[in-house]
């Protein structure tokens, strides 16, 4: 895993600019603490910062091709960020097409795909990546994104050509551009949403997943080259779990592939201990031991109370994985002053860039990586399964699969999370929250492909399936990305793998839940894998601390976002944040409205933290 950034420009020469390029490149230290490295041309700069995973010794970048284009300049150079878990089998090919290789790793077979095979070298990788490639002869960037949009890649278009980066920090380093928002940034920001494509920044944009960017003279042109397509499905139940099993066992080892240590997160939960196992059982192959990871806070399972999305403690069955398998467990335990820690707290909003919040569960995933990366360099988890296999409460919840809405906006606003709740009615009207909303609703519909002959049922579920794999699940990977790769740890997220998620995408509902439990193809494929009780054990959340002090310590927070001078202060309705704030003193807040005041608390911050102009704001107090 890497950091990339660039520049290009066709009015003006960036040889000139190593100092700004330079410093773009640098602000993504954290995500390449080994090296750091800047080409520059006449009018184009990529910079990189390198995490060493594979051939430790080589593949410094941006890479260049020794073939020579136009001026005797390299004919082509990457930036390249990520993973290609088919690297060895692409490698292979291309040395019987006559190419020629001085390096071990994935990079140099990126950029020696494209010289053979063009902008079509996408449709050949399977794996996780953000690519940046300037072609000399056609003066031409290409930026590219993995099918799921596991690594993220963001743009700023200018007058003469664009910026790019892995983190908005990166292009916001470049003096062309300012942190602005306004009525379309700030509902991006109060919505739960990661819309393909929008970020809240004005004029920036998020290359969409499955999807590749051309910048040259005449303009910036954006193309899909991958989507979900609906396709009948035609193998039996046995055929179909086996399917899923054969698929795992052949994505987990791929995804082990490093030259530095790899561990697993291990929850307990039925996702992350399939991806343990099957990991385990690839270690034990070599001789070795598979080490694993669980968070927990102090006196959490001894004190633990159960709820809606939360029915058990992670930590016992984590331990009974762990058993299981064989592997050497560790578990990071976490108390309510190190969630609180101010300076943890601006790490993980300095990791975001972006005002999006998980409240507690973002910090405890930040420290829960730091520690492992006291061990490792890599680490597999579970996120995806709930998304390909239907998991979440809203697939089969009445109200949720009736909701014209995004089902998981309608189950969070009945438990305290609704991103109005907090402000002025002329504030919410004034930026047409809820019309954006609903044309955000209405493209994500759009999406979905459809198969003749389908009933209304099946339809609603494959739309439930689609607007979750497209519009939720980019959310909890921006997550993972940005919490470890603050800290330099590769998260690599195997039910992410487009073969699986193609697969199972068109699998009835049916068959998803033969037995009538969530996620019954899934239970059924990790048979033989787990100890019964993982195996059978409802879905739980991942963990939140249960401390009311914890959420007391919240109260500054959003009364500092309420006061006087601050930004966000003239668009808070003053009685609902002093009605929240007594919620929260009495014990009483519920975790989704404790996601709501530190998600509005995070707003503040990330407005004033970046100096966001506010801008075209309309409505009356």
Known sequence: MCGITGWVDFTRDLTAEHTTVTAMTRTLAARGPDAEGVWLDAHAALGHRRLAVIDLEHGTQPMRTPERGPGDRPRAVVSYGGEIYNFRELREELVLLGHRFTTRGDTEVALRAYLQWGTD?????????????WDTAREE??????RLGVKPLFYHPTDGGVLFGSEPKAILANPLTEAAAGPEELCDALLFLRTPGRVPFRGMREVKPGH???VGRSGIVEERYWALEARPHTDNLRTTVATVRELLDDIVPRQMVADVPLVSLLSGGLDSSTVTALAARARAAEGERLGTFSVDFTGHTENFRADAIRPTPDGPYALEVARHVGSDHHMITLDRARLLAPAVRKAVLGAWDLPFNFADLDVSLHLLFAAVREHATVALSGEGADEVFGGYLWFSDPEARGATTFPWLKLGAHRGLDPRSLFHPWFVDGIDLAEYEADLYRTALAEVPRLAGESAEDRRTRELGHVTLTRWLPILLDKKDRMGM???????VPFCD???VEYVFNVPWEMKTFSG???ALLRAAAAGLLPESVLRRKKAAYPSIQDPAYDRALITGLTAAAGDGVPLSPYLDAGAVER????????SLSEFERILVESTVRLDDW???YDVALTDLKGKR
């Open 121 to 133: 070298f996408v449709h050949r990788l399977n794996g996780m990546y953000s690519i940046a490639i």
């Open 141 to 146: 960037l290409l930026l590219v994104r993995d």
């Open 212 to 214: 590749l960017v051309r």
């Open 486 to 492: 603050a800290v330099g740890l590769e998260g690599r």
């Open 498 to 500: 487009h073969r699986l």
């Open 517 to 519: 439990e969530e996620k």
């Open 580 to 587: 929240l704030t007594g919620r929260t003193t009495d014990g």
């Open 607 to 609: 407005l004033r933290t």
